[in-house]
């Protein structure tokens, strides 16, 4: 008698942040059901900003103004993302600072939602950029590879942990979107190749959005995989990540969540920063 094969993993790429390991834990461990076998590939945001570039990964957590550069080969699921109010990366300095143009800032990417918020407060700024965690002690310092630092660009579990390095908080560029546009702040989407077909698109949708909804109804499922991803984190760090970072756009991004990235798409095309695009922005329901 024959076998019939499994089916290949589909490789899915997201980071090691407690937010990603809480929504993704499920899905990871076969615990809700999806169009085939889902194999994890962690690694940082920027890494994987980066490979999205190249196509590498069929699906994979990506940011907003990332997604933006790549739209002809991927499409964002509904489900899985990073939305929400009060979510947004700070800008930190050692002691206050007026206008930061003409001065140099640590990011944690050229292809971060962060950074292009700083772009659009700060048109003159100059950026050094290394990875997320890297931001905070080159501020302490005052300098990386040599160069002079005065403000750094911090997202993640950093704006929790910032005044630890003795920083201050210059500005809170989530507040500032919010202020300007009223919506909510896109920071991170799940991608999905164009050229797999509709059902399987709208299925792996499905998929993410059962594997956050597993993650709620059972708490205590996900925490040795948090932690074993989060080992230098304290524990109410963690958990405050989550809340912070893992809310109802997460399970699915909505009208008003469609309005705040078509908006960032906007914006970011008028200053240059990526071409504008007639390509629909999330999957569809079949």
């Known amino acids: 008698m024959s076998l019939i094969p499994s089916p290949e993993p589909l490789q899915l790429g997201y980071s090691f942040c407690p937010n990603d390991t809480f929504i993704f834990h ?13 194999q994890e590939v962690l690694e940082d945001v920027q890494t994987l900003n980066d490979w999205a570039a ?10 907003y103004r990332a997604y933006f550069g790549v739209m002809d080969r991927y499409v964002a699921l509904r489900a899985g993302g990073a939305l929400g109010r009060g979510v947004g990366p700070l800008i930190v300095t ?21 950074e292009l918020l700083l772009r659009l407060v700060y048109p003159e700024v100059k950026v050094v950029r290394m990875r997320y965690d890297a931001a905070m002690p080159a501020v302490e310092r005052g300098e990386a590879n040599g160069q002079k630092i005065s403000a750094g660009l ?27 546009t009223g919506l909510p702040l896109p920071l991170g989407a799940i991608l999905v190749r164009r050229d797999l077909a509709p059902e399987t698109q709208w299925a ?16 205590e499922a996900s925490r040795a995989y948090i932690r074993q991803h989060a080992l230098e984190m304290a524990d109410e760090v963690m958990q405050a990540h989550i809340d ?4 109802t756009f997460s399970l699915d991004v909505g009208e008003e969540g469609t309005r ?20 629909p922005l999330f999957v569809e329901k079949l």
Do not use: C
């Open 26 to 38: 499920a899905l990871h461990a076969g615990l809700v059901p999806a169009p085939m076998p889902v």
């Open 54 to 63: 190249l196509g590498r990964l069929p699906m994979t957590k990506i940011s």
């Open 94 to 114: 050692r002691g206050d600072i007026g206008d930061l143009n003409g001065l140099t800032v640590a990011s944690p990417g050229a292809l971060t939602t962060a």
């Open 154 to 180: 911090i997202i993640h579990e950093s704006r929790f942990t910032y005044p630890q390095h003795g920083l201050s908080r210059h500005m809170d560029l989530g507040a500032w979107w919010e202020g300007e």
């Open 204 to 219: 792996l949708n499905e998929s993410v959005r059962a594997s956050l909804e597993y993650a709620y109804g059972n708490p």
């Open 244 to 247: 912070l970072y893992v809310n």
């Open 260 to 279: 705040a990235v078509q908006e960032l798409h906007r914006r970011a095309a008028q200053v240059g920063a990526v071409e504008a695009s007639g390509l």
